[in-house]
């Protein structure tokens, strides 16, 4: 029998122990935190002893507060400058080696690019009057600093406020050379600091004779030179050696405004400039007043080009399609025969040229590009800015603008594709879509409509619809691919609406695949490279892919039928053409930072972009202003005496009325006498007959006169 008194056995030695950890960790706890007080108060105390009072507190607080601001600045810097070194991780240093002349599409020359190995004179070959030319007035402390130079930059600034006035440059050499090889224009802090941090680069990877012998190879000089060895040859008919200190002097004043101060366009301006070149020899050390005098006297004189322009923007795009296409490890001096066309190509400056210079300020737009291919791809004009001698950055080939309402054209024919028709019916009504919900521009809706009207007067809301409930994002971002696209579009809704970045170039070609009856991969700028001796080593009809299909017969036919009626009653009226019936889109986008108009013929498709480099705002142009009317003076010219070829799916020619002045063409005058007129190809083709039928009329027998008369 189990005694009752029998108790169970103690767990008291478990319990014991739980309770010994948890004090274990209490006074450990209370130790480490006694231990951190006395540690800190005997660091308290010992920062005591710089303790500072009266006037060189105030002395430490503002250093501690710069030294932070400092610190936060240069976190700032460093973040900015980071995206600047992507650009050294290319083969920045070649320029693939290639001596490339280039002809047009008739066989002319027009021009040449690459480093010519035979005139890179190396910097140890020049004359000492050269360098010390360049230096005196570009840098010349070039060989003391280290890529910045702040003594250089403090006597800039005071110069500049004696002067009242930008009257010197703090930029020295290894900073302009970054400028070229890896930014652009811009004038911004931002490209400033990038310029800055590539400069420090430049001299920790390159000697200065590196540095220096980059600069006088690569910079442009004027006159679709690069280097001072091509300068020479082009504005004095001489190799570089030859040069005297006047033409020398004349060379290094180039570098700051070549455009400009180019000897072949203004002769005084040059020597005004060459002129400051000697002073400037002078002032550093680099020659006496003795030495320059002669060269004062006798101011040097360029030899005559014949008013030579050259297609430059053009050029420097069909240098990188070289590249592109020549076979590797082949022969690098090349002769290119591209697809330009000169006449086509001045009709290009001229008309961007003329509406800058019109209505450019009225409009708050200082830039523009365009871009022109015919429809067999092959592409006649590039113009990628106002001014080439100002800026050489490329806007029709290398800039992402925003492109507004002209990014619907894709969106509607992936939904032609998808079996939309233009009578299709769609509502145009408020849309939300995951947060975002777009507005029309006017601020209504319309109800229920259908794809041509919608598309006709650029109503938003429609193709954010149809993309949202029966495309994709990704349909449409792969429509735009497949029509010839290359830049980057991303991935988000707000493309659909022309959110995402294109070149000018880009648009030329993506509307160009519905101008040419659907085909992909035509456009090219160089039909046929050959060796100086004749020998083909590249020809675009072997060696290139043929065109492929991405566009159906009946999207295209449904395209283009929409298309054709916006300069008839849409947002591009002013863009008609008198007796030629043409298809486009306008595009306008957020706080009118871009103007677009985007049009083509049976002929012709160009793309047309105005804006500012800077980002800024116009005064409300739209793409049916500015770029539509640049447009129409343009094509007016291009279409003058050819045979006008119907656009893929629509209907023969019909007359359009031309937008007047009094239709808003925003002050045009409504006087277009100084436009060359176009006939239809029907009326030229029955002049031509009428011409040939009195040509070919046997001649006419006058009769005798009456015997009577003759006696008179």
Known sequence: MKDPFETKPSKAPKASKLLEFDAWIDSSLYDSGFRAREWWESVTIFFRRFRVSGWRRGVVELASEGFTMGTAATIVLVALAIPAFDETQRDWLSQGDYAVTFVDRYGNEIGQRGIIQRDSVAVDELPDHVINAVLATEDRRFFEHFGIDFIGLGRALGENVRANGVVQGGSTLTQQLAKNLFLTNERSMERKIKEAYLALWLEMNLTKKEILQLYLDRAYLGGGTFGIAAAADFYFDKPIKDVTLAEAAMIAGLFKAPGHLAPHINLPAARGRANVVLSNMVDSGFATEGQVLHARLNPATAVDRGGRDSPDYYLDW???????????????????????????????????????????????????????????????????????????????????????????????????????????????????????????????????????????????????????????????????????????????????????????????????????????????????????????????????????????????????????????????????????????????????????????????????????????????????????????????????????????????????????????????????????????????????????????????????????????
């Open 318 to 712: 069909a240098f990188e399609e070289v590249k592109r296409v020549a076979p590797r490890n082949g022969p690098t001096a090349l002769v290119a025969r591209t697809t330009i066309d000169l006449d086509i190509q001045k009709a290009a400056e001229e008309s961007l040229e003329y509406h800058l210079r019109q209505y450019g300020s009225d409009y708050g737009a200082s830039e523009g590009a365009i871009v022109v291919l015919e429809n067999n791809g092959a592409v006649r004009a590039i113009v990628g800015g106002s001014d080439y001698a100002r800026s050489q950055f490329n806007r029709a080939t290398r800039a992402l603008r925003q492109t507004g309402s002209s990014f619907k054209t894709y969106v509607y024919t992936a939904a032609m594709e998808d079996g939309f028709t233009p009578d299709s019916v769609v509502p145009d009504a408020p849309i939300t879509w995951a947060g975002w919900s777009p507005q029309n521009y006017n601020r209504s809706f319309s109800g229920n409509i259908n794809l041509t009207s919608a598309l006709v007067r650029s109503i938003n809301t429609v193709p954010v619809r149809l993309t949202r409930d029966h495309l994709s994002v990704e349909t449409v971002k792969n429509m735009t691919v497949a029509m010839g696209v290359e830049s980057d579009l991303g991935n988000h809704r707000t493309m659909v609406l022309g959110t995402s970045g294109i070149t000018v170039l880009d648009q030329a070609t993506g509307y160009g695949t519905l101008a040419n009856g659907g085909y992909a991969g035509m456009r090219h700028g160089i039909t046929q490279l050959t060796t100086h001796g004749g020998e083909i080593i590249y020809d675009r009809q072997r060696d290139a892919p043929p065109p492929h299909r991405v566009v159906s017969e009946e999207a295209v036919a449904a395209m283009n039928s929409i298309l054709v009626q916006i300069p008839e009653w849409g947002t591009a009226r002013r863009a008609a053409l008198e007796g030629i019936r043409s298809g486009g889109k306008t595009g306008t986008t957020q706080s009118y930072r871009d103007g677009w108009y985007v049009g083509f013929t049976g002929n012709y498709t160009a793309a047309v972009w105005f804006g500012n480099d800077d980002y800024s705002p116009t005064r409300r142009m739209t793409g049916g202003s500015l770029p539509a009317m640049t447009w129409q003076r343009l094509m007016t010219y291009a279409h003058q005496n050819v045979e006008l070829k119907p656009i893929p799916g629509v209907d023969a020619p019909v007359e359009v009325e031309v937008a007047s002045s009094e239709d808003g063409a925003a002050g045009e005058d409504g006087d277009r006498s100084d436009r060359p007129p176009v006939m239809s190809s029907r009326t030229t083709r029955l002049l031509q007959s009428i011409n040939e039928m009195f040509r070919e009329a046997p001649p006419v027998a006058l009769p005798r006169e009456p015997e009577a008369l003759s006696s008179l």
